[in-house]
């Protein structure tokens, strides 16, 4: 008798028959980018950004024709992270790039194919790396939109209305406690620009005495520096305003509190 950890008879190869497994496992991507639009005005101004989502029209059952996230099945010699980054680049032509982990999805029925459970994963990637898109075999159309037209006004196939709410919400927090605004901003940018970028991913951000706070709150010190010449004068532009601004960088410092709150 062939015994295994802790005493117990191990389980002969005919037993694992037994043993149901789910009928499939993909990983699905929410694919997160801001979209740039220079404003015209008499006046300088800063550009318009729009938070979108990438989605994929799909042309076969199931939800033919509903837009859906991009994402497949995994294969038994891959990881699903590796799951996501070759579904990715398969369907969109994008690199797996800045994808990090959200959560599984297990709802019973979310999938009339059968017993379906997908994992979920989330990316915010430069406007550039989505300009050259394209559509693979198995899709017929792939399409940015803003977040609240793909929740309010797209009909979203399987469970994946569920996955964005999830991974929107997620990628704000990471915008309020990381450093991750700076994939959206040159080297050297203004507090304006960075404020902007901020509100453009979470709306409701709203904070008075936010330039005084970043720059001097002792917790957030080290985030920026100033943007000085050989001559340790200070950079300035007026590239977005009238009156020139100080140009800040991004330092490495990592925060382990809300960096901008």
Known sequence: MRMGKGGREAPK????????????????????????QERKAATKALPRFDLKVMLIKRKSWPFAGAWAL??????????????????LMEETGVDGHHLEYLGVYS??????????????????????????????????TVGLFTVQEALDE?????DHRE???DAYKRIQQQML???????????HFTLGELYQVIQTVVPDFAELNFIR?????????????????????????????????????????????????
């Open 177 to 187: 406690h990381t450093t991750i605004a700076k994939q959206f901003l040159p080297p």
């Open 213 to 261: 706070k970043i720059t001097s709150t002792r917790s957030r010190q080290g985030i920026l520096e100033e943007v000085r010449d050989e001559e340790g004068k200070p950079l300035l532009s007026n590239q977005y305003s009238q009156r020139p601004a100080q140009l800040y960088r991004f330092t490495d410092f990592t925060p382990r509190l809300s960096i901008y709150t």
């Open 70 to 87: 991009p994402g497949g099945f995994s294969q038994e010699d891959e990881s699903l992270f590796e799951t996501a980054q070759r579904e």
């Open 13 to 36: 190869r005919d037993d694992v028959k037994k043993y149901r497994t789910p009928d499939g496992i993909p990983a699905d991507i929410v694919m997160f980018t801001l979209a740039k």
């Open 163 to 165: 996955i964005l709410e």
């Open 154 to 158: 797209l009909d979203l196939g399987f």
């Open 107 to 140: 709802k019973p029925g979310r999938d009339p194919r059968g017993w379906v459970i997908s994992h979920a994963f989330f990316a915010l990637v430069e406007e550039t790396v989505l300009e050259k898109r394209q559509a693979a075999d198995d899709a017929h």
